[in-house]
């Protein structure tokens, strides 16, 4: 039975409210910043309105069927990608991410572009209120650390998404704009800010990061799954890294969050559970939903089972055939997805279609699977690939065995035959030849964390393009069919909201808006 109750703080705001011309990322005024940081126990149930915010909807003025917090994120940038495949329109939901026709909806307060920059600027200026205020609680200083670290930590996590769904990757665009900055509490009267370089945004989440983990090395421990803990906040700085490319700091930062207490890779049979557990031992990073608090219709799982009966049983979400074939009939994850079905057209049920997921799947009638934003498997490939950059090639190999070993039998053989290089020759779909070292680890990138929101930020980092079309392919919509070769395109990246450029004096769309 699931216990946790989220305290939901009127002094945070929880969703738009609309004022005047702009966003609105002030606090309510029916709780004063006094009462609520008066002591530890009062900032915890802040912070903690931040995290149930995760998961709920009320970042748009329509559309919440797809607005439903980091999870609804993580699924649009999958459906991007050429890895996801959406079997079918049903009811229009992420279907149009699938088609890449939402990115210019700057005017559509219920479209992407205004629902991430509402979404990660209102919790920026939440985090903001609790590192302002939170230092001053009474309580066991450690408590303190724990609360203002998570603050920190979140407010890095909230630019990184900024920082890479409004400006193309970190290299080469260091001196591009970035997002605006906000490190101090916001009210109506508060000026907005430039969009300032994407390295300043950077150097900031880099800052963040280095204060939260030095706050959560001198803490009390995570209390919840829910809450970024020091382990947590290493993996997120072993993210940045990544992007940044400064792989000794990737591989250090990885390993560090590894050293998570009980932390292991999950057995084989929850790798087939569903991935809908909080309770998984490698999860380091979720979010716990209680059964009358889930979303039903406006939930991860009711977008990505197609047999809960939901939204997905008319829109199944499917893996790429290519992807499909390069994993072993060897390999466990294979069970994660159908291969090419042959039930009888009159008995087949919605998930009964070529190459449907099973990775996720509803644990019960009322869609309250957990939600999983960070695991140690990413770990692990965030190491073999850091490591392979670096040319400690065999502890790339070491890093990725203790990954995949246990899950395909005989995987040591294959990775054998991988050349020692940190060249990447297997781009998308154009090739099913894995030559080198880095070829191995991307593949088991894209194969492990599948669904879980990497691959379009990935294909960004790398600069390799897509490829939908091939041979064979199961991107069946003539209208899905379509690859994005470009390395330095546009079309990942949102525009900036009109209501952005509406409020803020120093944000101007002739200059400052990003590319139709």
Sequence with gaps: MKTIQYLIICFFLLGFIACEDKLNTDPTSETSKEKVFETADNAFAAINGIYRSFYTTGWSEGYPTENFGQASVNLAADIMSEDMVEYAPGSQWFWYDYLYWVRTSYNNTSDRPYVWWNMYYTWISNANYIIAFAPGASGDPREINNIVGQAYALRAYCYLYLAQFYQRTYIGHENDPGVPIYTEPTTNETEGAPRGTLKETYDQINKDLDEAIKLLSDATPQKHKSHIDLYVAYGIKARVSLIQENWSEAATAAESALEKPNLALMSTTDLLSGMNNIGNVEWMWASEIVSDQAGT???????????????????????????????????????????????????????????????????????????????????????????????????????????????????????????????????????????????????????ELWGEGFRVLDIMRLKTGFARVYPGTNHTDVTAQFDITDPESWEWIMMIPQKEFDGNPNMDPAKDQNPE
Aim: glycine share 4%; charged share 30%; net charge negative.
């Design 297 to 447: 219709w406006y939930s991860f799982f009711g977008h990505m089972d197609a047999s809960a009966g939901y939204h997905a049983a008319t829109a199944q979400k499917c893996v790429n055939r290519w992807l499909y074939d390069m994993i072993s009939p060897d390999d466990i994850r294979k069970k994660w997805f159908n291969g090419i079905m042959t039930v009888d057209p009159s008995e087949a049920l919605p998930e009964d279609v070529d190459y449907c997921q099973k990775k996720f799947r509803d644990p019960s009638t009322s869609l309250d699977g957990d939600l999983v934003y960070m695991r140690a498997a990413e770990m692990y490939l965030i190491m073999a690939e850091a490591k392979c950059q670096l040319g400690d090639y065999a502890g790339a190999r070491t890093a990725l065995k203790s990954l995949i070993d246990y899950k395909y039998p005989g995987y040591e053989a294959e990775l054998a035959k991988r050349t020692d290089s940190k060249e990447l020759t297997l781009k998308s779909t154009e090739s099913k030849n894995v030559q080198t070292l880095m070829d191995e680890i991307i593949l088991q990138r894209r194969i």
